[in-house]
Antibody
Framework: EVQLLESGGGLVRPGGSLRLSCTAS????????MGWVRQAPGKGLEWVSS????????YYADSVEGRFTVSRDNSKNTLYLQMDSVKVEDTAIYYC????????WGRGSLVIVSS | EIVMTQTPLSLSVTPGQPASISCKSS???????????LFWFLQKPGQSPQLLMY???GRFSGVPDRFTGSGSGTDFTLNISRVEAEDVGVYYC?????????FGQGTKVEIK
């Protein structure tokens, strides 16, 4: 069974940093692009970032460009999202999703940015 | 950035009746490879989003055949032939042809 499990969320102060992880199982992780999508409280879905299967290409939403960094370790079947200089408006549930078009989603990790 | 516009934003449906959601994109989603990269997701209450339809009309694994996707270019529709109680939630369309990926605002479907 394909599974994605996010971790690393929590409370962080504005301007601080946090690293989210997404551990994958049930499929050949190294063969698939991966992505991060977030959902602010009571709001819709917002794409955050995507990364190619080898990690050589990455893409970001304008709202996080220059502050967030996506990476992956194919030997550990793990996707990461390094979040720096976080803002209050980054408060959301962060989902990792499999593939270029998100055919499987994790359960999400809640990030709260507040002073 | 491609803007995705869904209508209606909410829908109340009697069980057994059909439902239809429209999604329009600000640019064509037809790729040079011949595929159209329009996707539909459903987020049931308290759950993560799940893929329903890929490339306009492909039903993802396990999706009931009462769900049908159609459309081309910039205009797309998700139809539910006979709504069931388990279909409640928020439906999102998403374009997957360009970065940034963009979603529609979501359509909330509830049962009367």
């Amino acid at each position: 069974e394909v599974q994605l499990l996010e971790s690393g969320g929590g409370l962080v102060r504005p301007g601080g940093s946090l690293r989210l992880s997404c551990t994958a199982s049930g499929f050949t992780f190294r063969s698939y692009a991966m992505g991060w999508v977030r959902q602010a409280p009571g709001k819709g879905l917002e794409w955050v970032s995507s990364i190619g299967s080898s990690g050589g290409d990455s893409y970001y939403a304008d709202s996080v460009e220059g502050r967030f960094t996506v990476s992956r370790d194919n030997s550990k079947n793990t996707l990461y999202l390094q979040m720096d200089s976080v803002k209050v408006e980054d408060t959301a549930i962060y989902y990792c999703a499999k593939g270029r078009h998100f055919n499987v989603w994790g359960r999400g990790s809640l990030v709260i940015v507040s002073s | 950035e491609i803007v995705m516009t869904q209508t209606p934003l909410s829908l109340s449906v009697t069980p057994g009746q059909p439902a239809s959601i429209s999604c329009k994109s600000s640019q064509s989603l037809l790729h040079s490879d011949g595929k159209t990269y329009l996707f539909w997701f459903l987020q049931k209450p308290g759950q993560s989003p799940q893929l329903l339809m890929y490339e306009v009309s492909g039903r993802f694994s396990g999706v009931p055949d009462r769900f049908t996707g159609s459309g081309s270019g910039t205009d797309f529709t998700l139809n539910i032939s006979r709504v069931e109680a388990e279909d409640v939630g928020v439906y999102y369309c998403m374009q997957g042809i360009y970065f940034p990926r963009t979603f529609g605002q979501g359509t909330k479907v509830e049962i009367k």
